[in-house]
């Protein structure tokens, strides 16, 4: 049986709130076009993609004693995700994601996620001594698991998100990663942020730009494109950055060349966004080959 993909950290219960435009800054009463309660979060979309593609997933988060927890754990019930959950005293963390119709979000952190001062990382420990690589999303929880990661050897991707390319939250996970992920949003310059990763010794950065595609740029210093996959329609584009992850993360340990991986990420971002879901119930692996 392969290795499993370690995940670690990322779940909460959303509230998606879709409207035809943000809104503005000032009093009103807004009528939603839709809204609904799901799954939501950076690891909870990676670890259902890669489940869906037919990796083994090991996935570690944080949830609370509550009925958004229950509902999480429901949300990610699947046959190849093993899921280890440290419960806190913390409830679930919660967001509340205002969606225009042109796919901009605003972000509500309702419900924080939680910050433990120690965790027993033990359990995890003994699956990722086996495991093929470690995902470690940028929560502040989940930089404890980065110096025994470390120790046992064990390859690191992270996503860096809307990283600005100074914010000190993301070094540890820069410093720890062999892969980045990042989108561009903050970054007027994304390719000099990229060559300054790869100049502190990476393996690859790829850089997203939403609609706009992604940019790569690896340690021998090649540079590859890959346009926007066109979907068939735009339900919600929560989870499409994950999913991208995803893809390319399946790919590449299949060793596929890294344009291959790159067009896989783009067709699993395509068909996130067609679905209400973090992962597209029309995601199976034989659509990356």
């Not at 980065?146 to 390319?165: A, C, E, F, R, S």
């Not at 062999?178 to 390719?191: C, H, M, Q, T």
């Not at 989870?239 to 995803?246: I, L, Q, R, V, Y």
Request: aromatic residues 6%.
């Amino acid at each position: 049986m392969p290795k499993p993909i370690v995940v670690i950290g990322g779940a909460s219960w959303d509230t998606i709130i879709h409207l035809p435009t943000l809104p503005a800054p000032e009093p009103q009463t807004i009528w939603p076009d839709a809204s609904y309660r799901t799954l939501g979060s950076t690891g909870a979309g990676k670890s259902l993609n890669l489940a869906a593609l037919g990796n083994q997933v090991v996935f570690h988060t944080l949830l609370g004693q509550d009925a958004e927890a229950r509902q999480v754990q429901d949300a990610l019930a699947h046959p190849g995700l093993q899921l280890l959950v440290t419960e806190t005293a913390t409830p679930t963390e919660q967001h509340v994601n205002l969606m225009s119709a042109d796919g901009n979000r605003i972000s509500l952190f309702v419900q924080p996620p939680a910050e433990p001062d120690s965790l027993d990382w033990a359990p995890m420990q003994q699956l990722a001594d086996d495991c093929q690589l470690a995902v470690v999303n940028i929560l502040s929880y989940t930089r404890s698991a980065l110096p025994w990661l470390k120790t046992m050897d064990v390859p690191i991707w992270t996503d860096l998100h809307d990283y600005d390319g100074t914010n000190p939250h993301h070094q540890p996970f820069i410093d720890a990663a062999s892969v980045i992920f990042l989108s561009s949003d903050n970054l007027p310059d994304y390719r000099q942020t990229m060559a300054r990763l790869i100049n502190q010794g990476k393996e690859l950065v790829v850089c997203t730009h939403g609609a706009e595609g992604a940019t790569l740029l690896t340690a021998t210093g090649e540079w590859l494109e890959q346009a926007a996959m066109p979907a068939s329609q735009v339900l919600d584009t929560n989870g499409a950055g994950d999913a991208f992850f995803s893809g390319f993360l399946h790919r590449y340990l299949e060793g596929a060349t890294l344009q291959d991986c790159l067009r896989a990420a783009a067709i699993c971002g395509a068909l996130c966004v067609a679905s209400q879901s973090l992962v597209s119930s029309d995601l199976h692996p034989g659509q990356l080959a």
